[in-house]
Nanobody
């Protein structure tokens, strides 16, 4: 069973930065692409970013473009989400997901982690 474990959430002031990490328990063809979604209170889960296995392809939500950067370290089976210029509206539970393709990620058909809370104060 594939397991995803997130870390790095917390409380930060608006304009600050946080770095999230997600480690996947195994490397198989079913988890080549990885990414992040978030769910704010009272809202539906929304796509944040995704990255291919090689790292050559990435995709971002318009709301985070230019502020968030997704990267991966395949030697450690880990992806990272560097979040800069954080806004109060970025407050949400951020969940890591993994699937065979980026489209698997955006279609929410992959494996999921438990999530980590990110709170941005104004």
């Amino acid at each position: 069973q594939v397991q995803l474990v997130e870390s790095g959430g917390g409380l930060v002031q608006a304009g600050g930065s946080l770095r999230l990490s997600c480690a996947v328990s195994e490397r198989t063809s079913a988890v080549l692409a990885m990414g992040w979604f978030r769910r704010a209170p009272g809202k539906e889960r929304e796509f944040v970013a995704a990255i291919s296995w090689s790292g050559s392809m990435s995709k971002y939500a318009d709301s985070v473009k230019g502020r968030f950067t997704i990267s991966r370290d395949n030697a450690k089976n880990t992806i990272n989400l560097q979040m800069n210029k954080l806004k109060p509206e970025d407050t949400a539970v951020y969940s890591c997901t993994a699937g065979s393709l980026i489209s698997t990620i955006t279609d929410q058909r992959g494996y999921w982690g438990q999530g980590t809370q990110v709170t941005v104060s104004s």
